[in-house]
């Protein structure tokens, strides 16, 4: 009964690392002016690796959680190297831009890993719009136009005058062919927007399905630990620790030994707080706690020791 | 998950993968018999070589080829581009002219190299009133040949700076035929950013390979070319270093 959930679990946790890995392939390539497929360098990839790490440091303060099995430390592994693809991926290729990305990215995929989910849905938007930008910014390239936008200025731009020509328009966001570390040949747009269009979708599917298959592969393990006792015995440990708590209560990601432990600790005092409810709600001490006193009180008194009361007088 | 693995691996090692300069068409390992220094048959010493290109003009057209070399290379005293075009000879010539496009690539490059020796023996200038269309037609001689060979010549060892010093000298004729008195000639401008447009990119936007190639040459040549003021300035600058002097005066 078991086995089948775990394996599954465990699938859906190894086929959620590929579709990351397969991601950080297309998100590290690019097609040049020869048709040539390019890589995308490694210094995008160095910064998104330090945001990345700062994001789980962020996550790991509270809670460390270490891997236990290959699975685990290949989920651990995706997990870190896809934020780093993805962050590479949607950064602006350099200058002031990538700077201020960085800083905007740590402070909110941080705020996510707190939450226990690397990419929250504010996160992923956020992403998605550094990505739109990437992708502007790489065409405006590849069309050898190196600034965000130009607008003409009003009434001089009509002026049929060349030497009014330097003042007729603004140039916005202006960079330069050597901070979008295009290839010697040039970018082909087309293909490489394709690439880390479906790069990116690739990362964000994978880490979000990866977080939900760790949550699964989690929760088959403690489930194993403890089927290890008794059936009769298992199913009240689950009645009292039900399987939606298991991420608040701390189960996650515990050594064998810790988890035992907790989940003994945690039986003991949920017991304990039962058998105190059940002798409080026993006691009719409870009932009279709750008394208002005066006629009505009497009433109230009467009615729920109604049974006892005129025996006792005679 | 193996497969996992080498798959992160890959996408590491992608990224270290090198991109090559392109190689200039020019340079790449030439045929035998394959015409050296082609630009040398559009220069001002046109002359000493051009009899190169009999031998590789075909059969059919090599009776035409000769007749019309031998004018355009003997032209003298300046005449007006217009009006000799408009002669008996001017209309061999166009003929002549379309018969070499529709021919191999040698033909092409003859085709080439007619057009570019009568820009030098003919006056294109606007004149007092700005109103010679000489300019306009060059630059309709020039286009034609672009149209017919931009695609192919490109990424050809013996056309593809050809190519590049057609495409600056239809700029250069585009530039002469829309000085007025006073500015431009908006819509002739226009025409022409349009047609080298076609040429210079694909149906994506992207740049076609003659783009590449005059990038790859001469990185500053089309940096102008969708700005709305004199959009053919980089390319009209090229030509006068690819062909100094070359302005429709026929000194």
């Known amino acids: 009964m078991n086995s089948a959930p775990t394996s599954l679990a465990a699938r859906q946790l190894a086929l959620a690392c590929a579709l990351i890995a397969l991601g950080g392939v297309l998100l590290g390539l690019q097609i040049d002016g020869n048709g040539d497929l390019v890589g995308t360098g490694f210094t995008s990839l160095g910064v998104g690796a330090v ?62 890993a707190t939450r226990r989910e690397p990419l929250t849905r504010p996160a992923i938007a956020l992403l998605a719009v550094m990505l739109l930008f990437r992708l502007w910014i790489s065409y405006q390239g590849s069309q050898h136009r190196w600034q965000l936008m130009s607008l003409d200025v009003p009434v001089l731009s009509s002026l049929p005058f060349e030497f009014l020509a330097p003042i007729q328009s603004v140039q916005l966001g202006e960079f330069t062919p050597r901070e979008l570390g295009f290839p010697p040949a040039g970018l082909d747009f087309a293909p490489s927007l394709a690439l880390w269009a479906a790069g990116f979708a690739l990362c964000v599917t994978g880490l979000a399905w990866r977080t939900h298959a760790s949550i699964e592969h989690e929760n088959d393990r403690i489930h194993d630990t403890i089927h290890e006792l008794p059936p009769a015995l298992a199913q009240l440990v689950e009645r009292v620790l039900p399987e939606q708590q298991w991420v608040e209560l701390g189960l996650h990601g515990l050594s064998e030994r810790r988890l035992r432990k907790r989940l003994e600790e945690l039986l003991v005092s949920r017991i304990a707080a039962r058998r105190e409810l059940e002798r409080a709600l026993q006691s009719p001490d409870l009932l009279a706690s709750t008394n208002p006193g005066g006629f009505p009180g009497e009433i109230y008194r009467a009615l729920t020791a109604g049974a006892e009361g005129p025996e006792r007088n005679a | 998950m193996g497969a996992t693995v080498a798959l992160l691996i890959v996408a590491l090692g992608v990224r270290a993968i090198p991109g090559q300069r392109p190689l200039a068409p020019q340079d790449r390992p030439k045929e035998e018999r394959e015409l050296r220094e082609p630009m040398q048959l559009l220069g001002r010493s046109a002359s000493l070589r051009v009899a190169e290109l009999d031998a590789l003009v075909s059969d059919s057209r090599r009776d035409t080829w000769l007749t019309t070399r031998r004018r355009v290379f003997e032209l003298q005293g300046c005449p007006k581009l217009g009006d000799w075009l408009d002669g008996p000879e001017g209309q061999a010539f166009e003929r002549t002219l379309g018969e070499l496009r ?29 109103k010679n269309p000489a300019a306009e037609r060059l630059s309709r001689l020039v286009a034609d040949w672009l149209r017919a060979w931009s695609d192919r010549a490109a990424t050809d060892s013996l056309l593809s700076e050809p190519a590049i010093a057609a495409t600056a000298l239809y700029a250069r004729a585009t530039q002469v035929a829309g000085k007025r008195v006073i500015g431009r000639d908006e819509s002739l401008d226009a025409a022409a950013t349009a047609f080298l447009a076609q040429q210079l990119r694909d149906a994506q936007g992207q740049a076609t390979a003659l783009a590449r190639t005059i990038r790859a040459a001469h990185p500053a040549a089309l940096t102008g070319l969708d700005e709305r003021d004199n959009p053919l300035a980089g390319l009209d600058a090229l030509a006068e270093r690819l062909f100094p002097g070359l302005d429709g005066e026929c000194k």
Do not use: N, Y
């Open chain 2, 102 to 130: 529709r021919g191999s690539r040698e033909e092409a490059l003859a085709a080439l190299t007619l057009t570019t020796e009568l820009a030098r023996r003919t006056e294109w200038t606007q004149g007092i009133l700005r």
């Open chain 1, 51 to 112: 945001v990345a790490l700062g994001a789980l440091i962020f996550a790991a303060w509270k809670e460390p959680q270490l891997p236990r099995d290959p699975l685990t430390t290949l989920s651990a592994l995706s997990g870190f190297f896809g934020l780093a693809f993805l962050v590479s991926g949607v950064l602006a290729p350099g200058g002031g831009w990538m700077f201020f990305e960085v800083l905007v990215l740590l402070f909110v995929l941080s705020r996510a």
